[in-house]
């Protein structure tokens, strides 16, 4: 569709105006005799501007009949009413000509990946890094920034990742214009599961004091307040019988236990911290298909300060993207500054901190049962300690291997 445009707006087209009450069925036609029409909007119900190739425009008329529309033209656009206009200006033509035939050549190849999907890592890092496995692996099968499109086997990229990455569950390729998407599903680590059939215990994965232990299946060597280590094993997968004997099975049970999350920190009352200044400065680079030109002698006038980078790809249409990347720095000037902080409130910005450290240990923030903070004051400095109490599930089912 995208080459169809880009033909189109070299050969010439028109913006059209489609006046009637069967606007539905218009399009409908349009679409069966695979005439592109593209920028449709519509006014009211019965009125529709959209944009046509001039060779496409001459096929109208049958279908106006048919569906008793009126079509007027708006305006007219593209290279041939480019070139009438400007015919008696011959080298401005001949740049015009030149550019045109640069991007029409341009548009078979990929100057742009979108990456989607990719939650573990940033988009940016992706991006300015080139370090993500997913930009590496479709280097090395046939995707990258430059490729001719002719030469892209999407299936064979998409086998041929989903062979080599288990943590990728699902990864789907589309081209639109000079622009790829890929787009992917991550997967998470499973646990490994065990066949019914299969003997096997239960075992501890984290240390804690057992709270509730129900044994569907197996003999249960802890009770309900034991403390328990990693690894210790809860329920053994046999049952023994007066007369029966050792019968080996696949132990079940749901065990829960309390489980302590904690963190300590020590911190000086007296800190040196970045005070932002409000001075700032711009450097710029163009990068033109990995060559990079600095429009810049130094790399900051300031001595200590921050950088936020800005990259900015050109593209003429939406999907339509060149090999020119304008970079954009931007440095924002800091200082240092000595900061006397009470106790209470270093205490409360520490506990703060700590938090958001043991929430990303903490799956579901909704088991936390208990939270205590322990302050420890000392002549120029402070202790923070913060412990969580957590009801989690810690059973985890271990092979018996005779």
């Known amino acids: ?37 593209w920028n449709m909007k519509r006014e009211k119900s019965t009125i529709l501007y959209a944009n046509i190739g001039i060779q496409d425009y001459k096929k109208l008329k049958n279908i106006a009949k048919k569906t008793k529309t009126r079509i007027s033209i708006q305006s007219k656009k593209g290279m ?24 029409f050549m341009m548009s078979k190849f990929i100057w742009n990946i979108e ?22 692996e479709l280097s090395k099968n046939g995707l990258k920034i430059g490729t001719y499109k002719g030469k892209i086997n999407a299936n064979s990229v998409i086998n041929k990742i989903r062979l080599d990455r288990e943590d990728i569950a699902w990864i789907g390729i589309d081209i639109e214009g000079t622009n790829a998407i890929v787009e ?10 065990i066949n019914e059939n299969e003997y096997c215990n239960i075992i501890s994965n984290k240390e804690g004091m057992i709270t509730k232990i129900n044994v569907q299946n197996g003999t ?26 050792i019968r080996y099975v696949h132990a079940k049970a749901d065990i829960e236990a309390k489980i302590w999350y904690s963190k300590k920190e020590k911190v000086f009352l007296k800190q040196q911290i970045q005070v932002p200044t409000g001075a700032t400065e711009e450097k710029y680079t163009l990068n033109i298909n990995n060559f990079k ?49 009470t106790e209470e409130e270093l205490a ?11 929430d990303e240990k903490v799956s579901q923030k909704e088991n936390i049962i208990n939270k205590q903070t322990n302050i420890y004051p000392n002549e120029d400095y402070i202790e923070v300690e913060v412990i969580y109490e957590v009801l989690e599930n810690i059973g985890s089912e271990d092979k018996i291997i005779f």
Do not use: Q, W
Not at 13 to 35: A, H, L
Not at 184 to 193: F, G
Not at 348 to 358: M, P, V, W, Y
């Open 80 to 103: 041939p009413f480019l070139l009438h206009r400007y015919r008696k200006r011959k080298i401005f033509v001949g740049l015009l000509a030149i550019i045109f035939i640069a991007l």
């Open 184 to 193: 992917i599903k991550e997967t998470s680590k499973a646990p490994e599961i």
């Open 220 to 245: 249960a060597v802890v009770k309900e307040g034991d403390i328990v280590k990693e690894g210790d094993t809860l329920v053994l997968g046999y049952l023994e019988g007066k007369y029966t004997g």
């Open 1 to 37: 569709m995208f080459l169809k445009i880009l033909l189109n707006y070299i050969l010439g087209y028109v913006n059209i105006k489609v006046e009637g009450f069967f606007i539905e069925r218009f399009i409908n036609i349009c679409i069966s005799k695979k005439i592109l029409l």
């Open 293 to 341: 030109i600095n429009f810049y002698k130094t790399l900051s006038k300031f001595e200590n300060y921050d950088t936020i980078n800005e990259n900015k790809k050109l593209k003429l249409l939406s999907n339509f993207y060149l090999p020119i990347e304008i970079i954009k720095k931007t440095n924002y000037e800091y200082k240092y500054e000595e900061k006397i902080y």
């Open 115 to 136: 990456v989607k999907g990719n939650t573990r890592i940033s988009k940016i890092e992706i991006l300015e890094e080139l370090t993500d496995f997913k930009i590496e």
């Open 348 to 358: 409360k910005l520490t506990e703060e901190k700590i938090e958001k450290d043991l």
